[in-house]
């Protein structure tokens, strides 16, 4: 079974015994509770979509750990039209969802600890490579969903793991044991924890020395003891609850984070991938932070598709297609769009192969990727709510719409151009409305902002690979410059 149905996902979670809280109560059924629902289904998405045979080239590959046809997002990038190829792929899961579909954090985690286990073993002898082989193996047998985990809480920035008043506020080694070690911590803003099968954990940044037992990766299954989960809240969250699908504007599909808290987990030793090798931590998070930004010149471009979309619909309804401002705004917004986009196949194009034998992402055009990200879907929003106009938040409700008394009203002065109902209007405006400032602008403005690193991580990296010494050589060769 390495492909598995959406419905046998669906199945398949039922089957966890994950311990979720959310609004200060456990949440007794999380696969059909209706706030959680819609991120279940955009991770539903990412399986049935694999046995569309229209999807195939993109949503499947042939593994090269089995030599069976495995969803892409347990793959081991071998060549740079995989990692072209996983970028289209999540471009077409945006298009799909309008949604974070949450599955690319394990897929952008498999592909980090992958190499970098390799050559952890080449300096220490460890048998950490063979471990995880083993693990993708089965990850892409089951075809499960694994949720990479990086963020700790973090605690006082300022200081170091182990200098925290709190030496919790790291994920960290508590008990070494023969057979295994005890972790204690949380990791914070988990995409679509509580729709996976599994955890990758890693460390969140360079570790010295003194951080040894922080430089910490391995993985756990999502219901393992001493682990569970706090739903993050939304804006709009609640309005899930109130059985409208006008209000909600993409009732179907959504995203969702939690905190998750790792009270003394026990994790055997075939499940471990690094263990105080602190020296190794930072290839880790470079590796999997590259990957990340790669994903966003995707994701993030799929989305935008649907808001550009929503947004030429509102031009049309409002009868001002051809007004010149607003078709060069639609343009613009294709621009931006479609420059993250070519940000996302660049790097990819540009990869090269690790020691391991896997491709990685070029890291320079990655991070130029993502910080084009951090920007350019907040001017697309802009634009969008300029053309939708000032309804996307004056809007009345679809019970409004529906009364017996306000709907008739409604229908008078919420009337646009002609043959155009009120409710479809309201529809796309409320479509709109989530992207840009309700449940969906988590996925689409914020997690874009702070997704796979905030926007002064990736200027570190472009300062550090830009290469200033050479192109002031160039400048002085061209200049005659005599020292
Ligand atoms: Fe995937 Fe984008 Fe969500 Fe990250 S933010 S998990 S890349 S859809
Ligand atoms: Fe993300």
Known sequence: MALMTGEQYIESLRKLNLRVYMFGKPVE???????LRPSVNSVRMTYDLALIPEYQELMTTVSHLTGERVNRFAHIHQSTTDLMNKVKMQRLLGNM??????????????????????EIDQKYGTQYHENFRRYVARCQEEDLTVDGAMTDPKGDRGLPPHKQPDPDMF???????????????????????????????????????????????????????GLFMIVGRQSCDTRKLEGTTVDVGNSE??????????????VPNDRIYMNGEYDFAVMMVERFAGYHRQSYGGCKVGVGDVLIGATALMADYNGVPKASHVKDKLIEMIHLNETMFACGIACSAMGAQTASGSYLINVLLANVCKQNVTRFPYEIARIAEDIAGGAV?????????KGEFTGPYIEKYLKV???VSVENRLRVLRLIENLCMGAGSVGYLTESLHGAGSPQAQRVVIGRQGDLPRKKELAKALAHVVD
């Open 29 to 35: 059924n999380p696969v059909d509770d209706p706030i």
């Open 97 to 118: 969802t309008a949604s974070c579909f949450q599955r690319c954090v394990g897929m952008d985690a498999f592909n980090a600890v992958y190499s970098t286990t390799y």
């Open 171 to 225: 994920l960290r080694i508590v008990e070494r044991r023969p057979d295994g070690i005890v972790v204690r911590g949380a990791k914070a803003h988990q995409t679509g924890m509580c729709n996976s099968h599994e955890i990758l954990v890693m460390p969140t940044q360079a570790m010295t020395a003194e951080d040894k037992d922080y430089a910490v990766s391995f993985s756990v299954p999502s219901d393992a003891e």
């Open 253 to 266: 599909f959504g995203g969702v984070e939690c905190l998750v808290v790792f009270d003394d987990v026990f």
């Open 393 to 401: 938040v004056t809007a009345p409700s679809e019970a409004d719409l």
């Open 417 to 419: 151009a002609s043959g």
